[in-house]
């Protein structure tokens, strides 16, 4: 079905896992699901659930759920599975196990998310077998190609989803089969092995056999490789599903989702997101607070990350949490509120959050929770025998207002673009993930979340930016640009002298191509972006936060790393405690920057103080933007969505008190018009809005 062909929202759930749920109840479950407005389920086409022996096939229990969607209103994804892998398979490709860095194959084992043998429990690929291997691949195919012949044109598909949760382990594969894959990925890049020497420092290959992954990964050129090898090679396996499905069936609607895990794992576990989404017609994102926490800075975080990485294209909030999170080690010792029991208004706050940032489609990761297996009882709206619940009622009522004709004009409508964007350089997250062999781990992530709290706590709205898309924006902010390539470094030069902000914290580019610093700091020619050339640089983030320096005439915490500079054509603005230049402001071409020698957003990220938050408030006064709405009491959000002359205005109380607030524009006090969405006790004036503890209001602009 192509995409223009489905549902105004996607709302509903991921719904069959082959033993869940009990096979006497789907008839009455589509009849629910129907009835209280969902459209859309998704389930798991597992691999080693359907090819019981090779060449043969169960449908039956798939085609029955096809009908029932056709027959009850509702349209189906079939995520597809092959990294579920049959048994036969494993025995008869044992040579093409995928082999851990230690040396350990990976086995088979039962899914933690669907009680079926098959997963490897690694994250993607094609589970415990590599594709690199080419009778695995040609047998993984034939499986997909049976698939989308036998679905194609159904009344109740709507598309595939080709990688559930796109990702990958962090120490595979050093398989044979993918061993000669990176070496012939290594013949296209250098062309011969002097060329490869000269840039890994090895010099005695005699043969491209010789060759071996590195199996210690540390801050050495090699390592770079096989990272960008490994991403490049499961990307392209994905890329290899999409194509044999589309051999069969070229109209379909094509998705994906991922974990919103770029920040994190874009490197270490391949959560590309942005690279996942240009596949694809269609992005989502797997976010559950009982696994995340359930501050409002983080389910924004997740939304918005995942519309950066879309680049305009729709994108779902893919598996949304519906219920509790029982004895999974990602809750333990967290209170109760904190995502581990979802109540109603749960379920309304995460949704429409997903909606404020963007999301126009919405479904639960279970309609009802599974029976057995570890995640028993986790995260189904529904109840354990599938009736109804007050969970799925709050769910049922946000379905039927999404997809109500008079919420085409708000549902087409977009966030509009944030006042800045924060900076995601790759092979920043690349070099910081293999210096953590010797450092405080996590600096980047924490740099980079602080960044973004640090504008969201002032109700100024941040967006990700990946620096393939800097021109799209006028103002950046660079958290922990501790490596650039020099191709980057041109990029940003010509984005600052075409006019553009540029407000960077310590390091920037300290590291070059292949990781090499530079003698001069800021390297490649970066000291004359910034008017500033290096005094003295420290590397000591685990005692960071001890460094402080003065901006704006408040005293300000640093972290992670220390940089102090002498002016080179620049402007003090701030110096460290001890005396030291710390912060530098530089006209360059038509643009201007500010250079930070310090990590202030490592230490909000840790500590969250008051006088780090106004920081981010004052760095954003420098930049003389103005934000697109002005809360007077940010304890609540807000979010202004465009569709040509339209606008409408998204807010959310998260807290569990009723709260007040005057609403700005940058043309004077906010003017409202019709209320499309508006809690029981809510009161909306020209000007100032109250909701109740864990109310939303979406209401026109006048």
């Known amino acids: 079905m192509p995409i223009d062909a489905m549902p105004q929202i996607p709302f509903g759930a ?28 998704r389930h798991w086409f597992m691999w080693s659930a359907i090819e019981r022996r090779p060449g043969v096939y169960d449908w039956e229990e798939y085609d029955r759920q096809l009908e029932l969607a056709a027959r009850n209103g509702l349209k189906t994804i079939i995520a597809e599975l092959i990294h579920a892998v049959p048994d036969w ?22 899914g933690v998310s669907a009680a079926t043998g098959g997963f490897a429990n690694n994250g993607g690929g094609a589970g415990a077998l590599t594709l690199n291997d080419p009778q695995v691949r040609e047998t993984a195919g034939a499986f997909l190609t049976a698939l989308a012949t036998r679905y194609k044109g159904h009344p109740g598909l709507l598309g595939y989803d080709v990688w559930n949760e796109c990702n990958y382990a962090a120490d595979v594969d050093y398989s044979l089969p993918t061993k000669a894959a990176f070496r012939d990925w290594l013949k296209a890049k250098y062309g011969d092995l002097d060329t490869l020497a000269r840039a890994w420092y090895r010099y005695s290959y005699a043969e491209w056999e010789d060759i071996e992954p590195p199996h210690e990964l540390a801050a050495y050129p090699e390592c770079l490789d096989w990272l960008a090898f490994k991403r490049d090679n499961y990307y392209g396996q994905m890329q290899w599903r999409i194509d044999t499905i589309r051999a069969v069936d070229p109209d379909c609607l094509i998705a994906a989702h991922g974990i919103a895990g770029a920040i994190p794992n874009m490197v270490s576990n391949g959560c590309d997101d942005w690279l996942a989404a240009s596949k694809v017609e269609v992005y989502g994102m797997t976010w559950i607070p ?31 949490q519906g219920g509790p999170l029982w004895l999974q080690p990602q809750v333990l010792g967290r209170d109760k509120e904190d995502g581990r029991v979802a109540e109603p208004d749960d379920i309304k706050v995460w949704t429409m959050t997903s909606f404020a940032a ?155 191509d292949r990781g090499k610093v530079g003698a001069r700091q800021p390297h490649n020619g970066l000291d004359a972006i910034f008017g500033v050339v290096e005094d003295e640089v420290e590397f000591m983030p685990d005692i960071g936060d001890r460094v402080s320096f003065a901006f704006a005439g408040k005293t300000v915490a640093g972290g992670g790393l220390l940089q102090s500079y002498r002016l080179a054509g620049g402007r003090e603005v701030g110096r460290f405690t001890d005396g030291r230049l710390a912060v530098a402001e530089h006209e360059h071409g038509q643009g201007r920057t500010l250079l930070i020698g310090s990590n202030p957003s490592v230490t909000y990220y840790r500590a969250s103080s008051e006088a780090n938050r106004r920081f981010f408030a004052d760095v ?4 003389d933007r103005r934000q697109h709405i002005v809360l007077s009491n940010n304890a609540m959000q807000a979010r202004l969505h465009a569709d040509g002359d339209r606008r409408y205005l998204w807010m959310l109380n998260p807290t569990r008190q009723e709260q007040t ?42």
Request: with cysteine.
């Open 661 to 702: 607030t005057r609403v700005s524009l940058p043309e004077g006090p906010a003017r409202f018009g019709p209320v499309h969405w508006s809690d029981a006790g809510a009161v909306v004036e020209d000007g100032n809005v109250k909701l109740p503890a864990r109310g939303v209001l979406v209401v026109a602009l006048a």
């Open 89 to 110: 398979a494993i025995r008869h490709f044992a040579d093409a196990r995928q082999i851990r860095a230690d040396g350990r194959p990976l086995t088979s084992n039962m």
């Open 358 to 512: 963007g999301a126009r489609g919405v479904l639960n990761l279970r309609w009802r929770p599974l029976l057995d297996g570890p995640l028993f009882g986790a995260f189904g709206s529904y109840g354990m025998d599938g009736s109804r619940t007050p969970r799925s009622e709050m769910a049922a009522s946000i379905a039927r207002w999404a997809n109500a004709p008079e919420q085409k004009d708000v549902m087409a409508a977009k966030p509009v673009r944030g006042e800045i964007g924060i900076l995601v350089i790759p092979e920043a997250q690349a070099w910081d993930y293999l210096l953590n062999r010797t450092h405080q781990p996590d600096t980047y992530a924490a740099a980079m979340w602080g960044a973004y709290r640090g504008f969201f706590d002032n109700g100024i709205q941040a967006d990700w930016v990946h620096i393939d898309d800097i021109d799209a924006y006028d103002t950046l902010y660079a958290p922990y640009p501790i490596m650039l390539t020099g191709e980057n470094v041109a990029r940003l030069t010509r984005w600052v002298e075409a006019g553009g902000i540029l407000v960077s914290e310590a390091c920037p580019g300290y590291f070059g």
């Open 620 to 623: 954003f006064g420098w930049t």
């Open 290 to 320: 009982a696994r995340k926490g359930n501050q409002p800075w983080r389910n924004f975080y997740g939304a918005d990350l995942t519309r950066a990485a879309a680049r305009g294209k729709p994108f779902w909030h893919a598996e949304r």
């Open 14 to 41: 991921v719904y069959f896992r082959k033993s869940n749920p009990p096979r006497e109840d789907w008839e009455r479950d589509y009849a629910t699901a129907g009835e209280d407005g969902l459209n859309v389920f």
